[in-house]
């Protein structure tokens, strides 16, 4: 197991709800990066945190938002809840840009009803 | 735009045979790092295989190798004298100069006995 831990592991939520999912980065890792990955397919990139500021975001709304904290752990936070967003959410731990393994938590499996 | 395609969604073979599963990518980068990961049913996803762009030969972990074709922008990996536990999604994946991942849409391994 890597040292990456997300939380929770599942959730249910209400569609237009807002959620909160956490991830704690690998020890020495300085970089958070969250992906989406719906059912049956890869993984999407959301964004990326390199020492608390966001760098570099993919395609996806201002609803999906972070955090990064001194530590390193990272929040995702998403308002106005779609059915769409039903997915298993991804973090990936890495110190930026030195090619080597980027380590990923178990994900969180998010639901809306 | 930035790419990665697995033309295979699923494959099966025998447990002890050998197997190959297909990648290719697009990008206009020169440097870069390839990789394939495996996300068995616990959905951690698990490193498998790393290549570095700048280097011919080809990456080789155990049972596990790629066939690296930078010209061609193939990555293919291959599994030697598969085994029940190698039953999995594997994903082909690219890390651009931005430390963003771009995952392929992934295939659908299974190790029969």
């Known amino acids: 197991e890597t040292g990456v831990t997300q939380s929770p592991t599942h959730l249910i939520k209400t569609r237009g709800q807002q959620v909160t999912l956490r991830c704690s980065s690998q020890s020495g890792h300085n970089t958070v990066s969250w992906y989406q990955q719906a059912l049956g397919q890869g993984p999407q990139f959301i964004f990326q945190y390199y020492r608390e500021e966001e760098n570099g975001r993919g395609n996806f709304p201002p609803r999906f938002s972070g955090l990064q904290f001194p530590n390193y752990s990272s929040e995702l936070n998403v308002n106005a809840l779609e059915l769409d967003d039903s997915a298993l959410y991804l973090c990936a731990s890495t110190h930026r840009r030195d090619g080597t393994e980027a380590f990923f938590g178990q994900g969180t499996r998010l639901t809306v009803v | 735009a930035q790419t990665v395609t697995q033309s295979q969604p699923e494959m099966s073979v025998q447990e002890a045979e050998t197997v190959t599963l297909s990648c290719t990518y697009d990008t206009s980068e020169s440097n870069y790092y390839l990789f394939w990961y495996k996300q068995p049913p616990s959905r951690q996803m698990i490193l498998v295989i790393r290549?570095?762009?700048?280097?011919?030969q080809n990456a080789t972990e155990n049972r596990f190798s790629v066939n690296f074709q930078k010209a061609a922008k193939s990555f293919s990996l291959k599994i030697s004298d598969s085994q029940l536990g190698d039953t999995a999604m594997y994903f082909c994946?690219?890390?651009?100069?931005?430390?963003?991942?771009?995952f392929g849409k992934g295939t659908r391994l299974h190790i029969l006995p």
């Open positions: 994946a690219f890390l651009n100069r931005d430390d963003k991942i771009i």
């Open positions: 290549q570095e762009a700048y280097k011919q």
